[in-house]
């Protein structure tokens, strides 16, 4: 593609993506803001990829668009009357002020509030805009780039971004997998799962009964192809938590997930649980945590990246169920 | 030796996947995780004293390209701290969970928060600092939820939005940080960071996002009501420690990595917001109706002072006064982590037995719970910041560093302070000393009392007689 | 500098200060918890325009790394805030 043509496409994708971005932020209707939410994460899939990022377009289309819309989709539909009205008792001051509409003093000073708040943030634009160009025009050292392709011959992997989530900044991502622990055990300790959907007409099933398999492979793909090309533990496992949450909405309750407590807390812990044994086990053979031997890192990767792929699906599965199962005794279908 | 690092976060988080995996020995888990964390967290402590700071690459890669963790002086002692205050609130929490089912949700969230809180002291990369406020966040406010009603899910959802929104900033910081000087790691930054639009706009980002978090006046509004509707232990950690980690982030960023960068102009707005708060938290306290509200209030008050010290360590040229400044505020951080969690569990005890916390109807709980009231006395001490208190010696040194400046406008603003902590903390202990015509018999709860003694006649005896260490262990700085 | 730097470093700052306004302002919480993920989504944006040095050159993998851990804790974190909105609105029904 010409240099002009490309042009005319970043200026298109930036105006599809502000206009998305002001309209789910300003509708009024909180089931319209999830569904432009939802087309903005799909527009940026485009914008990732135009900037060479096909590990996060393929990311931002499983998680950023596809799972954080599903669950923002459940939200709406399960709570559609609380939560398409503003919740004023719970937003803090600035609605608590807003709670007497009537009485004139006040909406001037909500009025002010929003203004001000305003202009903070227009003010704010600008020195990010400011900052930004400043770094950007100048000469920053690209040192660390370069320390990436200088040690990827020892990182087990070919492909650059899987070698600094696993094996440069592994740390940062054994971290990220608590907090997907932590979000997980949350949703359990305050609620249990939402009741489930009807079972599903013959043509859904039909669909279902290829989809699934279909979904199930190309997370195997994923995870085995990240190793030297775009994608990883992250995409499959959100690939595998689709299969899930279309087999639930076919009205299937366990979705494959086991119904045993215990084995459900094996396969949540799993991820950081291989993660760390694998990081620990390098401290007694003396070298230091997570420094994987050279000739085993590739191996040692795909096994902490498969074992992180189940932990990530079943708690973006069963975040979508809203909570921790039920007692066996609801568990009729 | 230096694994003792890696060991300060790894064992949390192993003992909290074992906590998840087998419930039924989790309180043995807990507690035998909570002891050999605070033997390495005193073993981190020595080895910082002796040999100085400490470093571990992580993955054996250089920091840069790898994390590194790092442990000078001040992270030593706050970890030390850490270790203190959650071993006793283990302990007070094995009683106080008892055998309600909660105790089986609270174990592997509690041990995650210990896990994080540690890896943000040891950090030394502002992006894996990102992941672990969000982690130390989320925890946070898992816990505080625990078990609530609408009060305190209400709490607990605000508490999320504001730490969400705070980590955002912080990272849309460490952002430019990246565009601009190409690096993540600490000393490396410090090493190049120079004054202009891309470094003061990254440290006002990240600082707002921090004192977000940290609830400095007034973004406070969150604190009260989730601090105030946790469950006893949880609310200890939140005041004692949550806000301290946040806290010691500000103090990183801005009197050492971006201290060439600060002008003595913006080192005034900590300074000036720290005096609001200490007004404003004081009278809020003294106002309060239920005394876990009057300790939350008091925490709005007593972070308050600790950004008292930014303008003044500003001021002061580099030497022995400024040194003594620095170990003030450090002996008043610590001192209010482990006074106010001692505070709180306290509270816990007399929430339980009573079944409220109504300031006004505390009459005859020193004959009750006298052991419970002796605590509460004891951390009001050091709330105030009586001798032989640590607080005492924290607020010498402000003062010191407040008349050695010439900036006298703050040592009104501590005396007013004071006055306001001794009025909320003898209204307390006024009403807890009101006798009843007919007293209940005594009770001593040994695993619940004995923590909450612990930690406040630290706070107020052990850190005021054996402060001196903490002057010795800053002089070892990254 | 790239015109791509510009228009897609440009964009970030805008999307992350539009999240922001919202956050800020929005009444419904449902709406805030979108801002938030918006908002993040700005700073993302920032993220990858610095990773990108022209069309025939190997980008920046750190990050595009960051980004990957960040999408994830976002999802976390909605996750649960909206498993809070749940149970708080059934509270308060039951009230």
Redesign the interface.
């Known amino acids: 593609m010409n240099a002009t043509n490309m042009l005319f496409l970043d200026i298109l994708l930036v105006i599809a993506l502000l206009s998305l971005a002001w309209a789910t932020l300003t509708a009024t209707d909180a089931r319209r803001s999830v569904i432009l939410f939802i087309a903005f994460g799909l527009v940026l899939t485009l914008a990732w990829a135009r900037l060479l990022a096909p590990d996060v377009a393929l990311a931002e289309a499983a998680i950023g668009a596809g799972l954080s819309g599903a669950l923002l989709l459940a939200a709406v539909q399960h709570h559609p009357r609380r939560a398409l009205s503003s919740e004023r008792?719970?937003t803090?001051?600035l609605a608590n002020e807003k709670q007497n509409d009537s009485n004139p003093a006040d909406l001037k000073s909500s009025v002010a509030i929003r203004w001000t708040l305003t202009l903070f943030c227009i003010a704010l634009a600008f020195?990010?805009i400011?900052?930004?160009l400043?770094?950007?025009s100048?000469e920053?050292?690209?040192?660390?780039a370069q320390?990436?392709s200088a040690?990827l011959a020892n990182s087990g992997v070919s492909n650059p971004v899987t070698a600094v989530l696993l094996?440069?900044?592994?740390?940062?991502t054994l971290?990220?997998l608590?907090?997907l622990?932590?979000?997980v055990?949350?949703i359990?300790?305050?609620s249990e799962q939402r009741t489930g959907y009807l079972p599903a007409g013959p043509v859904f099933n039909g669909l279902v009964s290829w989809l699934v398999p279909a979904l199930i492979l190309m997370a195997g793909y994923l995870l085995w192809v990240g190793a030297h090309a775009p994608g990883g533990a992250f995409q499959a496992g959100a690939t595998l938590a689709a299969a899930g949450v279309i087999l639930r909405l076919a009205g299937k309750r366990n979705i494959g997930l086991p119904v045993s407590k215990?084995y459900l807390?094996?396969i949540?812990?799993i991820g950081?649980?291989l993660f760390?044994l694998v990081?620990?086990t390098m401290?007694a053979l003396g070298?230091?945590?997570?420094?994987?031997p050279p000739a085993m890192a590739g191996y040692l990767i795909l096994l902490i990246e498969t074992a992180a792929m189940i932990s990530i699906a079943a708690t973006l599965i069963l975040a979508f169920l809203g909570g921790r199962p039920r007692n066996r005794e609801d568990r009729s279908c | 030796m230096i694994?003792t690092l890696?060991w300060l976060v790894?064992l949390p988080?192993?003992s909290?996947?074992a906590t998840?995996?087998l419930p039924r020995y989790a309180t043995a888990i807990v507690i035998s995780t909570a002891i050999a964390t605070s033997i390495n967290a005193a073993a981190l402590l020595y080895a910082v004293a002796t040999h100085g700071v400490m470093l571990?690459?992580?993955?054996?890669?250089t920091a840069?390209?790898?994390?590194a963790l790092r442990a000078d002086g001040l992270s030593a002692l706050l970890l030390m701290m850490a270790a203190i205050v959650l071993l006793a609130s283990s302990i007070y929490a094995s009683a106080y969970f008892n055998d309600n089912p909660?105790r089986r949700?609270f174990w592997?969230?509690w041990l995650?928060l210990w896990?994080?809180l540690n890896?943000l002291l040891l950090s030394g990369d502002l992006?894996?600092l990102y992941?672990?406020l969000?982690?130390l966040?989320?925890?946070a406010?898992?816990l505080a939820?625990?078990g609530g009603?609408?009060a305190a899910?209400?709490a607990?959802?605000?508490y999320?939005?504001v730490g969400?929104?705070g980590s955002?900033l912080f990272?849309?910081g460490v952002?430019?940080i990246?565009?601009?000087?190409?690096?993540?790691d600490l000393a490396t930054l410090s090493r190049v960071v120079a004054a202009?639009?891309?470094a003061?706009?990254?440290l006002?980002l990240m600082t707002v996002g921090l004192l977000l978090k940290t609830a400095l006046f007034p973004l406070h509004?969150?604190l009260p009501p989730a601090h105030g509707s946790a469950p006893a232990p949880v609310s200890a950690v939140l005041s004692a420690l949550v806000v301290k980690a946040t806290f010691y982030l500000v103090m990183r960023l801005w009197l050492d990595i971006f201290s060439e960068v600060v002008t003595p102009q913006a080192a005034s707005i900590p300074g000036v917001l720290g005096a609001a708060a200490v007004l404003w938290g004081s009278w809020q306290a003294l106002r309060a109706e239920r005394l876990k509200l009057l300790a939350a209030y008091s925490t709005v008050a007593q972070l308050g002072y600790l950004f008292l010290f930014f303008p003044l360590l500003q001021a002061l040229p580099a030497g022995a006064a400024r040194d003594a400044a620095m170990g003030g505020l450090v002996i008043l951080a610590l001192t209010h982590g482990l006074a106010k969690s001692g505070l709180f569990l306290a509270i816990g005890i007399i929430q339980q037995r009573s079944g409220h916390d109504t300031i006004r109807d505390l009459d005859g709980t020193a004959q009750r719970l006298p052991a419970t009231t002796f605590a509460i006395a004891l951390s009001g001490i050091a709330l105030i910041g009586l001798p032989p208190s640590g607080a005492f010696l924290g607020k010498w040194h402000l003062l010191a560093a407040a008349f050695s400046a010439g900036q006298w406008l703050w040592v009104v603003v501590i005396m007013i302070g004071t006055l306001l902590a001794a009025a909320y903390t003898f209204r307390v202990l006024g009403h807890a000393f009101g006798q009843q015509p007919y007293p209940r018999h005594p009770v001593t709860i040994a695993a619940e009392e004995w923590p909450a003694l612990i930690l406040s006649a630290f706070a107020t005896i052990g850190l005021g007689l054996a402060g001196a260490p903490v002057w010795q262990l800053l002089k070892v700085s990254l | 500098m790239l015109t791509a730097h510009w228009l897609y470093g440009l964009s970030g700052c805008l999307i992350?200060t539009f999240g922001?306004r919202a956050?800020l302002l929005n009444d419904s919480?449902l709406q805030?918890?979108i801002a938030?993920n918006v908002?993040?989504t700005g700073?993302f944006m920032?993220?990858i325009t610095?990773a990108y040095r022209g069309p025939d050159a190997a980008p920046d993998p750190?990050?595009h790394a960051?980004v990957l851990?960040?999408i994830v804790?976002a999802v976390?974190?909605t996750a649960?805030?909206l498993t809070?909105?749940r149970?708080?609105t059934e509270?308060?029904d039951n009230?």
């Open positions: 008792q719970n803090g001051k020195v990010l400011w900052a930004l400043q770094a950007l100048s920053t050292s690209d040192t660390l320390s990436v040690n094996n440069f900044r592994a740390y940062d971290l990220e608590a907090v622990l932590t979000a055990l949350g359990f300790a305050l215990s807390n094996i949540l812990v950081s649980g760390l990081g620990l401290l070298r230091p945590f997570l420094d994987y | 694994d890696i790894a988080l192993a909290a996947l998840q995996l571990y690459q992580i993955g054996g890669w840069g390209l790898g994390i909660l949700r592997p969230l995650l896990c994080s890896a992006f894996n992941v672990t969000e982690l966040g989320l925890s406010v898992a939820s625990l009603k609408t899910l209400q607990a959802l605000r999320l939005l969400l929104l955002m990272l849309a952002t430019l990246y565009a601009g000087y190409g690096t993540l202009g639009p891309i003061w706009s990254a006002a509004f969150w | 992350m922001l956050v919480l805030r918890i938030l908002m993040g700073v920032i993220l610095i750190i990050p960051l851990t960040g804790v976390s974190a649960l805030a809070l909105i149970r708080l509270e308060q009230d």
